[in-house]
């Protein structure tokens, strides 16, 4: 069995206005959904990115897949590298995930076309992903409530679709944030609670993490400003929220910064902005810049190289947990097959899924239920495209006329004095 043909298809999903220390959301998230197409019916699925840059590359490579065998992901490797070069860089506006490096652009662009090939070999031999990882190690994975403070809409939003029917409304306060929580948790049944912060002064995102302490006390909480601190602010918060965080995500830029504030902070430094490439764990990990690794398939080359980090991670005995952007249902799919299969992972992972309301291109979503999402033991990622939804979504794409995230620029249509700064505080 080879591959026919490769289609990639940009989408385009309503998103809420979600703050972030580089500026709020969009009203439309672009990803792209990939197809590996073998013949009788046969299709291996994967989910990536959907900026412009980005998707230049995964459509320069889909041709050079035709007659790959899905289990050669060797020769994937070769031959995305063979289009792609040695110096290509491609990093994203927001800068959220971190720096960018040749290295990092070539695992960005090979993850979905290996997630699609794990998926057609489970499929080919009957088994689940997971079973291709090394088998389960545990049937459900943990994810958590992902909170964010928010407008209650877009501002001067006419497009009905992609004002959204928005069931959490607005979030700028400790209140706000509280009892978006509830809801979210009342929904999906989480077990953990992570906080994006960098938006408000970090004073008043330290009284909402006592809020949502008070609110639920048998909860973890993690809190991620996303390097909008200084060290010397950093270090405060740390010292503040002592017992109250499991951990602290990215509080400042770089490496260097991290280890500083982690030689006292009393709880761990997570990351996904710092550790982000192989590139970066050799120093990350010697100058104990961080405790936690927020591994994500997505930029770290697919399951497989991310089980291999995972490895890494519990040599040096650092932690892991699971980082997400706003995504549709196959990178959740991808997501759980290989939490379900790493022993390493210690915290429940995000996502960004109750974000979405419902929007998704399979014909049955995965639910979240108790904070867990159980592994699928169907053959491959277990999920099934639906057609008409990624038609509908594609359309989307089409209409929306936005190419590239860009949560600055989006910020300074309603600010026009707005700043991203990193640190701001």
Not at 9 to 20: E, K, S
Not at 238 to 251: K, Q, R, V
Not at 287 to 303: F, I, K, Q, S, T
């Amino acid at each position: 069995m080879r591959v026919r043909e490769t289609v990639v298809t940009p989408v385009a999903f309503p998103d809420p206005p979600l703050l972030n220390s580089a500026g709020v959301h969009q009203p439309w998230a672009l990803r792209a959904i990939v197809e590996l197409r073998c013949g009788d019916g046969l299709v291996g699925l994967g989910e990536t990115y959907g900026d412009a840059a980005h998707l230049r590359l995964l459509r320069a490579v889909a041709p050079t897949l035709t007659g790959l065998d899905p289990f050669d992901t060797h020769g994937l490797l070769s031959r995305v590298r063979a289009v792609l070069g040695e110096d290509c860089d491609t990093p994203d506006r927001h800068g959220l995930t971190g720096g960018s490096s040749p290295q990092k652009t070539t695992l960005r662009v090979l993850s979905p076309f290996e997630v699609a090939c794990l998926d057609l070999q489970g499929q080919l031999i009957g088994r689940p992903v997971t079973d291709l990882l090394g088998g389960k190690v545990r049937d459900s994975v943990p994810y958590s409530a992902y909170l964010f403070h928010k407008w209650a809409a877009h501002p001067g939003a006419h497009d009905a679709q992609a004002a959204g029917a928005d069931p959490y409304g607005e979030a700028l306060d400790p209140d706000g944030i509280v009892a978006q929580a509830k809801r979210m948790i009342d929904t999906y049944g989480f077990r953990s609670i992570k906080l994006k912060g960098g938006v408000l002064p970090p004073d008043r995102e330290v009284e909402t993490v006592r809020a949502l302490r008070a609110a639920f006390p048998d909860h973890p909480l993690r809190l991620d400003p996303n390097a909008a601190w200084t060290v010397e602010t950093s270090h405060r918060v740390a010292a503040e929220t002592e017992g109250l965080l499991e951990y602290l995500e990215d509080p400042t830029p770089g490496i260097e910064g991290m280890a500083e504030v982690a030689g006292s902070a009393p709880m761990p430094l997570a990351t996904n902005m710092v550790v982000v490439s192989p590139d970066d764990v050799p120093r990350g990990f010697a100058e104990r810049a961080v405790g936690v690794v927020l591994a994500d398939h997505h930029y770290w080359g697919g399951l497989r190289r991310t089980a291999e980090l995972a490895g890494i991670c519990r040599t040096f005995g650092i932690g892991v947990s699971m980082h997400s952007n706003s995504h549709l249902g196959i990178s959740l799919a991808a997501m759980t097959h290989l939490g379900a299969a790493l022993p390493e992972l210690s915290y429940a992972a995000d996502t960004h899924t109750p974000w979405q309301y419902g929007v998704d291109v399979l014909t049955d979503p995965l639910p979240i239920t108790d904070g867990s999402v159980a592994v699928p033991d169907r053959p491959g990622l277990g999920v099934s495209l639906d057609p008409d939804a990624l038609a509908r979504l594609h359309e989307n794409y089409l209409r929306c006329g936005i190419r590239d995230r860009d949560d600055t620029a989006y910020m300074r249509r309603f600010d026009p004095s707005y700043r991203k700064r990193r640190p701001r505080w």
